[in-house]
């Protein structure tokens, strides 16, 4: 019993820190790096390291209070959530939010199936004493982090062309942008910004997450 509440108030506390730095980025300008006219957000890191190292739920949570606070700059913040909301606001609560705490949930789940895969191949290997004793596990650490920020812009985007993208406002950007199509408009509104997050949030989440998550199952 005394075991079971140590990992309970241990999980608490790496939530709550992993919460409080989500916040942290949301409501600062450290959460953005603004250059040459892109604008990289780091919001999506926390909730990937959540997943990884406290499991799909926490993932989920972190996901739900990231999409909250990016709906939240939807009031007089963001030109573009401010337009989306103008147009319908429990569309954009979707686009934000449930997006979100779903790319979370399923970064978690990803981990922990690839994780678990990994095990299993390394007791094959064992029997057979070609292989080391402990699994590195780079292939789970490294799919969870690239996963998280995909996961994110193909949700985030796929609920914004799903509900907005026949509105006027929608369509001025698919007409400058030359998008002959949802897909093509996509693509060319992500570009290279959604590249740089995807790389930023996989070096970041993969390196950081092996590390802690190795000291933690030490301890």
């Known amino acids: 019993m005394k075991t079971k509440k ?3 108030t241990r999980y608490l506390v790496q939530l709550a820190l992993l919460i409080a ?3 942290i980025l949301a409501y600062t300008p450290l959460g953005y790096f603004r250059t040459a006219g892109l604008e990289i957000s780091f919001l999506m890191i926390p909730v990937t390291l959540g997943a990884i190292l406290l499991g799909p739920a926490a993932g989920a949570i972190l996901g739900g209070i990231f999409g ?3 709906f939240g700059t939807c009031f007089g913040v963001s030109l573009f959530g401010s337009t989306l ?3 319908n606001p429990f569309l954009t609560f979707l686009v934000c939010v449930p ?5 979370g949930w399923l970064t978690g789940v990803i981990f922990k199936a690839l994780y678990k895969a990994e095990d299993k191949r390394k007791e094959v290997e064992m029997q057979t004493e070609e292989a080391p ?12 982090s690239l996963a998280g920020p995909v996961l994110n812009t193909l949700f985030f985007m796929g609920f914004m062309v799903l509900f907005f993208y026949s509105t006027d406002y929608i369509q001025g950007f698919a007409s400058a942008l030359g998008a002959a199509n949802p897909f093509v408009f996509i693509v060319l509104f992500v570009g290279i910004q959604g590249l740089i997050e ?4 996989f070096i970041a989440s993969s390196v950081i997450g092996k590390a802690v998550y190795s000291a933690l199952h030490r301890s």
């Open 85 to 87: 909301l103008g147009i």
């Open 68 to 70: 909250l606070t990016s």
């Open 21 to 23: 730095l989500e916040l």
């Open 99 to 103: 997006t979100r705490l779903l790319a």
């Open 133 to 144: 004793k402990k699994a590195p596990h780079w292939l789970s650490f490294g799919v969870a």
């Open 198 to 201: 995807a790389v930023v949030g």
């Open 6 to 8: 140590k990992i309970d």
